[in-house]
Each structure stands twice: as structure tokens, then as C-alpha cells.
């Protein structure tokens, strides 16, 4: 059997209904930017494998990262026990993070790093005998699929079969320039009633929802009114960390911060999973007592694994150095180059940039939808002139790992204006 019959055989994939989809790309060696199938054909990795990937493939700083923590220590408890990656990953993560940020809680990917945030905000009201059973999120949010995460995202096709497990969410619409005001007046009817534990939101871009953006000031100001009210905030930077609006944290463009933060994807290069959450430390103190009861009483078996601590180390270490900045620079001028580009075409609809991030979507003439057919034939498209992109629906969009060179990137923008012409 070949390994396509032997995955058929074998293997379940996410977010695939295997009666009618086709051949999963066999990828059998990754470099650079740039992905190999069986059988040569090159690809450039335009997604960064689903947003993780920021540095591009086998980084030798990060293999070497790899290697050394593995002869070292390969794993250990974290319940009783650290070891020095973790700290050393923790404190210049409280570093970069805005100051009222203190402790770092780990775990193995975003939906847990988000599942964490709301169990510690449920638990912080629980603690203080001041109980809040309500979340209030944006519409069109996806937080992951664990069931706080699936809880908190947007109702609908992805998670119907859970939904009458899931707990009180209400949702604010999605703020665009024209319904500010109503997005604020939904915010202090609903935290107005005291009953709100946090606020979460993914801010500026939200990701599954097809890159939808959305300003600094519209975020500040639905903060603002969540803190009044003595709710927490908590920012789910996930796919927006580590570079992707342009700072290395899209609160980075915000005068107001969160109380909880998740992060996770870039925060290893895309390499180990892993995910933090990082927690103010009035909430942290929230959870000191005397009673046992009152501690976070939450752990996975490869809390703080050390090899992913130490991958995330040499992480920041790339985004410490000056060339990793300077190509995150370029990408985004590209990018400026590349949007306005896209903005003449009369096939593309709502053009926009967030830092390393180009979006837009495809006029079809019909509403926008993550089943529109234009997908399918985009994706094939796009495999077959040597570059992987994953649209969402009719909505494109390019965000590759910062170290892709301009020559890599323009043949990226060639593909898509190419395919674009063709309509
Ligand atoms: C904003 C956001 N939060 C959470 C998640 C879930 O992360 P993971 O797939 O690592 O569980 C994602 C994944 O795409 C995401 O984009």
C-alpha cells in the first residue's frame, strides 16, 4: 500500500469528511518556506501550517534547541517539580507581555490555553464567593474545540451536535466603522447586569472567521466597559501572537490590556505544541488560601514539557534577533504592495491588511461562505502553481512565515492575482 492508501486506511483527519473528500497532499520533507510532496513537487508554505509556523521549517536554531534540551532533561512532572526552560520561558514571557501580566500557567495547544483563561476567570469569582457564570464574546469568534473553547465561539455548522452542553455565552456583533455605537450600548447592557465573568475576544484579527478585522480603539473601549463592570478580559492571541498584526502581540496596539492572555502557535515556531496562559497577578492571588480546594486544580501530563520550553526559548531568541524584525518589516510593506494590488480588482471584495496578514475576499456575487465553491477550486489552483493556501470559504488570505524571501513572496501574489484574472 502507498502511504495515501495506508492514511485511508489508518488515519481520521480534523476538519474532514472523509466520504467525499479527495487525496490528503502527501508531504514528505519540509524546508525553508517551503513543503516537498512524494513525488518533488515543491510548495510554498503560505499558511504557515495553519498559523503556527513563523520562522519557516527546520531552523537550525530551533533543531539545535531541540537536541541539546532532549540530552538534557526530556520531560518531567511539572506538579512538584520545574526545571529551568519553563522558568526561563515564563519570566521573558512576563517580559514581553504588558506588566499587570505575571504568572504563566502551561499547557499543550490554543484551545487549552483558552480552556484555562475561563476556568481561571470562573474560578476567581468562585473563589472570592462572588460567583459569575456568563462569558461575553464577539460574534463570529472561534476559541478552538475543547468545549469551553467550542462554548465560547460562534453557535453554528461546527459545533451544533455540543451545543446543548455548552455554557451562557452572549455575543456583542462583530464591531465594524458603521455600528461602533450599537456594539457598545449591546457591551454595557450586558456587563451592566454583574453577572459577567470575562469578556474574551481574538483581538483585531479574528482568525476562522475569515480574517475579519477590527480596530485598537473599538477594543479598548469594550475593555473599558467590561472593567467598570468588574468583569476580566481575556485576550485569545493564539493565532494573533508572535508577530502576526505587525507587534509580536496584537495588544501590543492596545492602551488597554487583559487580565488573562492565551497564547500559543508561533509561541513554538510551529514546531512542538504547546500553549500558555498568562494570568494578571490580582487573579493569581485570587486563588492563594488555605483552603486546597481554592488552587487551580488543572494539569495535563506534558505541562511545561521541557523540549517545547526550550524550543519556545530559541523562539524569542529569533524574534530577538534583528534580522527576524527586519523581515517581518518587509513582509508587511509587501504586503501594503500586495493589498493595494488587490484592491483594483474588480473580482475581489474588502481588501485588508493586519501586519504580516493579507485578506480579502472573492466576489462571487452570492453571501460569503466558509462552503462557497470557490475554495475548492482556489486551493487546487493554488497546489497546482506551487503554493499551499488554505481559504476560508471565499475569503483568501496570505500569511506565510516571516522568513519568506521576496522572490517566494511575489511568486505568492502572482498566483493569487493569476487566479483572480482567470475568474
Ligand atoms: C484564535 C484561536 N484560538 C484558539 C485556537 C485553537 O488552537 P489549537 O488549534 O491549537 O487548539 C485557534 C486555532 O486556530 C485560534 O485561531
Not at 531541540?66 to 519570566?91: L, R
Not at 481575556?234 to 492565551?262: N, Q, S, W, Y
Amino acid at each position: 500500500m502507498n502511504l495515501t492508501e495506508r492514511d485511508k486506511k489508518y488515519v481520521w483527519h480534523p476538519f474532514t469528511q472523509h466520504k467525499t473528500a479527495g487525496d490528503q497532499l502527501e508531504i514528505v520533507k519540509a524546508s525553508g518556506v517551503t513543503l516537498f510532496d512524494a513525488g518533488g513537487k515543491e510548495y510554498i508554505d503560505a499558511n504557515s501550517s495553519w498559523w503556527v509556523n513563523v520562522h519557516g521549517h527546520g531552523h537550525p536554531h530551533i533543531g539545535k534547541a531541540i537536541s541539546e534540551q532532549f540530552n538534557t532533561i526530556d520531560h518531567i512532572v511539572f506538579a512538584g517539580a520545574t526545571h529551568p526552560k519553563a522558568v526561563e520561558i515564563a519570566e521573558r514571557i512576563v517580559e514581553k507581555t504588558p506588566g499587570n501580566l505575571q504568572k504563566v500557567f502551561f499547557s499543550d495547544n490554543g484551545s487549552t490555553a483558552v480552556e484555562v483563561g475561563l476556568k481561571m476567570a470562573f474560578q476567581y469569582f468562585f473563589n472570592s464567593d462572588k460567583p459569575r457564570r456568563k462569558v461575553v464574546a464577539l460574534n463570529g469568534s472561534y476559541h478552538g474545540d475543547t468545549f469551553g473553547a467550542m462554548s465560547v465561539g460562534q453557535r453554528g455548522y461546527f459545533n451544533t451536535p455540543f451545543e446543548s452542553f455548552f455554557f451562557d455565552v452572549d455575543y456583542l456583533d462583530f464591531p465594524t466603522e458603521s455600528n461602533t455605537q450599537t456594539v457598545l450600548n449591546q457591551a454595557n447592557e450586558l456587563f451592566s447586569t454583574g453577572e459577567v465573568a470575562a469578556l474574551i475576544v481574538e483581538p483585531l484579527v479574528q482568525g476562522a472567521a475569515g480574517m475579519r478585522m477590527y480596530s485598537p480603539e473599538v477594543l479598548d473601549q469594550l475593555t473599558e466597559i467590561a472593567r467598570k463592570y468588574g468583569s476580566l478580559v481575556i485576550f485569545d492571541e493564539v493565532m494573533t501572537g508572535f508577530g502576526r498584526t505587525g507587534k509580536l502581540f496584537a495588544m501590543d496596539h492596545c492602551k488597554h490590556k487583559p487580565d488573562i492572555v492565551a497564547l500559543s502557535k508561533g509561541l513554538t515556531a510551529g514546531v512542538m505544541a504547546m500553549g500558555v496562559t498568562v494570568a494578571s497577578q490580582e487573579i493569581y492571588e485570587g486563588f492563594l488560601s488555605d483552603d486546597k480546594g481554592k488552587a487551580f486544580l488543572h494539569g495535563h501530563s506534558f505541562t511545561a514539557n521541557p523540549i517545547a520550553c526550550a524550543v519556545a526559548c530559541a523562539n524569542l531568541d529569533l524574534f530577538e534577533d534583528e534580522k527576524t524584525i527586519q523581515n517581518m518589516k518587509e513582509l508587511v510593506i509587501w504586503g501594503e504592495a500586495f493589498k493595494e494590488q488587490l484592491s483594483e480588482m474588480k473580482t475581489v471584495r474588502n481588501a485588508r491588511q493586519s501586519g504580516t496578514i493579507v485578506a480579502f475576499e472573492v466576489n462571487t456575487g452570492n453571501e460569503d461562505t466558509y462552503f462557497s465553491d470557490v475554495r475548492e477550486r482556489a486551493y487546487a489552483y493554488f497546489l497546482e502553481q506551487g503554493v499551499l493556501l488554505r481559504p476560508l470559504g471565499n475569503t483568501i488570505f496570505v500569511n506565510p512565515p516571516y522568513s519568506i524571501s521576496k522572490t517566494e513572496y511575489s511568486h505568492v501574489v502572482r498566483t493569487v492575482i493569476d487566479f483572480l484574472e482567470s475568474l
